[in-house]
């Protein structure tokens, strides 16, 4: 992964199960696949500079299609969460700065949105990131692919991809993790509240004029 000028020192934070190298191999593990990208082998993972180079926006736009799945996959976020902690443990610092990278990439900078189809690889890849900018501890590449269902050459893409969006600045601080957390507290509360007034015979549809317009 390009290293970004002026890192600070890592967190002393540490998963708190280390995992076996061998439990792969293990007759309840099992393999998943997320799909395809939508974005082709030759599209950029990383901007261009220079006379000839795009707008920095058009390259984003381009980069950005590297997080985006042809469908959503196959299993929920939760289980994908789940998985990706039983057979490769973070540390809290590792998902709270992940969270600051999506919250950036996807509210602030609205470059990549945060989607069915995007989600999944999003999380893959700010959370390989987050764990080499933050902590000493890293699984291999190969390993860290075949737990989120990809191939070791597109989580080295999306790797780049997330440090070129993020311009680099990939160190958080303390302050930084107090804040995100007290953020996701507040989101927690909202969507528990949220949820509770929406009955569950709650169906969303189509307005009449749009489901004419899209079927035309």
């Known amino acids: 992964m390009p ?3 002026g890192v600070r020192s890592r967190s002393s934070s540490r998963p708190a199960t280390p995992v076996p190298s061998d439990d792969l191999k293990g007759p309840k593990y099992r393999g998943i696949v997320i799909g395809s990208p939508e974005a082709q082998h030759h599209e950029p993972s990383a901007r261009d500079v220079g006379v000839d180079a795009e707008p920095v926006h058009i390259q984003q736009i381009a980069i950005a299609r590297k997080f985006y799945s042809r469908k959503p996959p196959p299993i929920t976020l939760l289980d994908y969460l789940m998985r990706l902690q039983r057979y490769c443990p973070m540390s809290t610092a590792v998902y709270l700065a992940a969270a600051s990278y999506i919250y950036k990439l996807a509210v602030e900078d609205k470059v ?3 989607t069915g189809r995007t989600v999944h690889r999003l999380l893959l890849g700010t959370l390989r990131v987050a764990m080499k900018a ?3 501890l890293r699984y291999p590449q190969a390993r860290f692919a075949g737990v989120g269902g990809v191939r070791e050459s597109e989580l080295q893409k999306l790797e ?3 440090c070129y969006l993020m311009d680099f600045e990939l160190q958080v601080s303390p302050t930084s993790l107090y804040s995100n957390t007290l953020r996701l507290q507040q989101a927690g509360v909202q ?3 949220y949820n509770a007034k929406v009955p569950s015979s709650f169906r969303p549809k189509m307005p009449e004029a749009a489901r004419t317009e899209v079927t035309a």
């Open 134 to 136: 933050l902590e000493d």
């Open 191 to 193: 969507a528990t509240a």
């Open 3 to 5: 290293t970004p000028s």
């Open 112 to 114: 990549v949105p945060v």
């Open 160 to 162: 780049i991809s997330v």
